[in-house]
């Protein structure tokens, strides 16, 4: 490892800056975050950690306005922040939805993956590899790396590319090469692993676009940058269209990109509420015997440790061995947690809560048949919440709508077959073909 786990007060108060000033000069979120990556990979971090610092965040070559045309042009920002008249009727709550699934290839992800791609071409880089677990941030990636004249290569699951086999149609579509990661269960953690093997052996012409605020220094803080571009936006949709800002803000969690991304810009607004909702799968208990836990509900359940380059909370049995993670949705299936989610959670900021899969799925066909917007997955579960718990909640709420649910058409199929789901269309039809 690169570093220990000493931390000065220098380190902490660093750590405490407001805002999305937190992390970047040390990549410090209290007791989380850090490079804890093998000597092999810290040429590489270094180097990243400069082009962050110059393009990023000074703006070098003009590549932030580079990248501000290309999200407006290819990207199709800014997106909507629509009311959402009959929730807002149901729940007798002002209910506005922050439409990214209306962005270029149906999810935020696109906005850091553009980024990180655009970067890599500004950095000399001839060659970019990613993970992707529901396949939408593989998606995004491929599509940018198509854009910008890169080859790339993805790594996903096996579990995960049966799930979501639209996506990885996508992908090849675009021109990318999709590898099998069939260690584990084959979902996201083992396709995390098996793309930081091949950064560690290709660092000199290959970037690795990592799809979340997960990984070592400067990841979360990068990857919170180009996401930021959503709470940036709403906040100031917000004022215009209601006159203030929003009493709460609502965001399915998963490594938490989107999550970061809709919290960033509401941060220092002590009055907005933010909740994450992160994936309570089956049950909240974990089985240590089977090695499994039947949800991915790191915030709201997990313990400190370190995966994949920063320390975190994540879900491990009681010798600290990380847990297999589950949940309806591809996306949100992921042992850990950005470390600045942590920390946010850590010092009360950062409301975690937990839906269960049926509840996500109420929450799928709720959208859908009033609002005529059909979610993936991952965005359902925060509508779980809200049916949930609107009562507990102000009387103006945004929630992203982080992608759209065609990827997940297949399976929204089969676990409502399986299901008593309500406001969920007749089944039988679809029984024969099961």
């Not at 609002?371 to 925060?382: D, F, S, V």
Request: aromatic fraction near 6%; charged fraction near 30%; hydrophobic fraction near 35%.
């Amino acid at each position: 490892m690169s570093e220990t786990d000493t931390r000065t007060t220098e380190e902490t108060e660093t750590a405490r800056r407001p805002g999305r000033e937190r992390g970047r000069e040390d990549g410090k979120f209290g007791r989380y975050g850090g490079q804890y990556v093998p000597e092999a990979l810290m040429p590489a971090i270094e180097e990243l950690t400069d082009a962050y610092e110059r393009y990023v965040l000074d703006n070098e070559d003009g590549f932030m306005d580079e990248f501000r045309e290309r999200l407006a042009d290819f990207g199709g920002r800014p997106t909507p922040l629509q009311r959402a008249d009959r929730l807002s009727e149901r729940y007798d709550t002002e209910v506005y939805l922050k439409r990214e699934d209306l962005l270029h290839g149906g999810a935020h992800k696109l906005n850091n993956a553009l980024g990180q791609v655009l970067l890599a071409k500004y950095m000399g880089k001839e060659r970019i590899i990613a993970e992707t677990g529901a396949g939408q941030h593989g998606t995004a990636t491929a599509m940018a790396a198509a854009h910008l004249d890169m080859p790339c290569t993805i790594y996903m699951g096996e579990r995960d590319i049966n799930r979501q086999r639209p996506n990885v149609f996508r992908m090849k579509l675009n021109g990318s090469e999709v590898k099998p990661v069939t260690t584990g269960r084959g979902t996201l953690k083992e396709a995390i692993s098996e793309t930081m093997r091949d950064w560690a052996e290709t660092v000199e012409d290959t970037h690795y676009v990592i799809g979340s605020i997960v990984g070592p220094h400067p990841f979360p803080v990068m990857v919170r940058d180009f996401q930021a571009v959503i709470s940036e936006e709403a906040r100031e949709q917000a004022r215009e269209k209601t006159g203030g800002l929003p009493t709460d803000v609502v965001a399915c969690a998963g490594g938490g990109s989107n999550t970061m991304g809709t919290f960033a810009h509401f941060v220092d607004d002590e009055d907005v509420a933010l909740h994450a909702v992160e994936a309570g799968g089956s049950t909240l208990e974990v089985d240590e015997e089977a090695g499994v836990a039947p949800n991915s509900a790191s915030l709201f359940a997990g313990e400190e440790g370190v995966l994949h380059g920063a320390r975190t909370k994540l879900l491990q049995d009681s010798d600290g061995q990380i847990m297999e993670s589950h949940s309806v949705s591809s996306g949100l299936d992921y042992a850990g947690v950005g470390p600045e989610l942590a920390y946010l959670v850590d010092e009360g900021r950062v409301d975690p809560v937990a839906v269960d899969d049926d509840a996500a799925l109420e929450g799928f066909h709720r959208l859908s048949n009033t609002e005529g917007i059909i979610p993936a997955l991952e965005t359902a579960h925060a509508f779980g919440y809200l049916e949930e718990h609107h009562e507990d909640l102000g009387e103006r709420v945004v929630v992203n709508v982080s992608g759209r649910g065609d990827k997940d058409l297949d399976a929204a199929i089969e676990e409502t077959d399986q299901r008593d789901v309500a406001n969920a269309p007749d089944m039988s039809m679809f029984t024969g073909g099961m």
